[in-house]
């Protein structure tokens, strides 16, 4: 889920708001792997706030290893996925220089260049489980474009089944107000930004069919009673793609202006996780996927209800 950009009127509220809006840029990819993060004194004058209330956001985003700063050069995006990320022990560690590393058997991708590889086959097929689909839209117009644009030769199918949060249902655990509280209003605001994107990638799949340039496109889309703790993609059968929606404090601006603490995942762009089944693939890889298979199947067919839009 994520912000919808204003800035919030009440002071306690706006590092965390100005937290959220490069936490977006960060995961949308606006801002790249290694990329030098503006100033405190620019962002400042970005986004009408003070230096400590900059200093503020930066810390918190350096807590969720986002970025990183460093001493005289200032404040950069984290390592590139796939790269062994080193960060700061702990205080008493043995080990004062690093304390932890990514794996490096499942090392961490973005979601692009799989959808890149998904688009050229002859018969595309995405199952997702996720809670917005904000990350998949923005990729799959990207996709129609290549294929309008004569850059990649069109599937003859294109399937997606998307499974996504019934944000009419009072069980979500997120988003929800940090006082535990649920909210209608914060519920309400997450469907808006589902409904949006579903949208977008519906008339991106349907605009090639259309044009006559893809002959068959399905888009399904059902709802579940709860919030999705890890965001799924199952590309073309063999490949899944997943990531942890970690929630996080963060500020939601409500229809009505007001400004409330929630709880929330901000999974746009997030670091997911490859496991593909092919014939070189080893026998973990090749598991995962089948048992992701599995469970999406099993949760659409068992648990889900057809989307009213």
């Not at 706006?14 to 937290?19: D, T």
């Not at 890890?230 to 929630?247: E, S, T």
């Not at 199947?297 to 839009?309: E, G, I, M, R, V």
Request: hydrophobic share 40%.
């Amino acid at each position: 889920m994520t912000s919808d950009g204003s800035a919030p009127r009440d002071a306690k509220f706006q590092y965390r708001w100005v937290a959220d809006e490069l936490r977006k840029e960060i995961n949308s990819e606006a801002r790249r792997p290694g990329e030098r993060l503006p100033t405190q004194e620019e962002l400042a004058q970005r986004f009408k706030v003070s230096r400590a209330t900059v200093n503020q956001a930066l810390s918190l985003l350096r807590r969720e290893e986002l970025i990183v700063t460093r001493q005289g050069s200032g404040s950069f995006v984290a390592s590139e996925p796939g790269e062994t990320r080193h960060v700061p022990a702990p205080a008493g560690h043995q080990d004062s220089d690093v304390w932890a590393v990514v794996s490096e058997r499942v090392p961490p991708v973005l979601l692009k260049p799989y959808l890149v590889e998904a688009f050229e086959a002859n018969v595309v097929r995405l199952d997702v489980f996720s809670m917005t689909t904000e990350s998949l839209a923005a990729r799959v117009v990207d996709q129609k474009d290549r294929i309008v644009a004569g850059e990649i030769s069109p599937p003859r199918s294109i399937t997606a089944r998307l499974m996504l949060p019934n944000t009419e249902s009072t069980a979500l655990a997120i988003p929800r107000q940090v006082t535990g509280d649920d909210d209608p209003r914060v519920r309400q605001r997450l469907g808006g930004i589902l409904r949006s994107h579903v949208t977008m990638l519906r008339s991106a799949l349907f605009e090639l069919r259309r044009l006559k340039l893809v002959e068959e496109v399905d888009v399904q889309v059902r709802l579940v009673p709860f919030a999705p703790q890890v965001k799924l993609y199952i590309l073309n059968n063999r490949v899944v793609l997943q990531g942890f929606y970690i929630p996080e404090e963060g500020t939601a601006t409500l229809p009505d202006g007001e400004d409330v603490a929630t709880y929330d995942a901000y999974g746009t762009g997030a670091t997911l996780y490859p496991f593909r089944a092919s014939a070189d693939s080893t026998p973990e890889q090749v598991g995962v996927v089948r048992a992701a298979r599995k469970f999406f199947n099993s949760t659409w067919d068992n648990l889900s209800t057809k989307a009213p839009f």
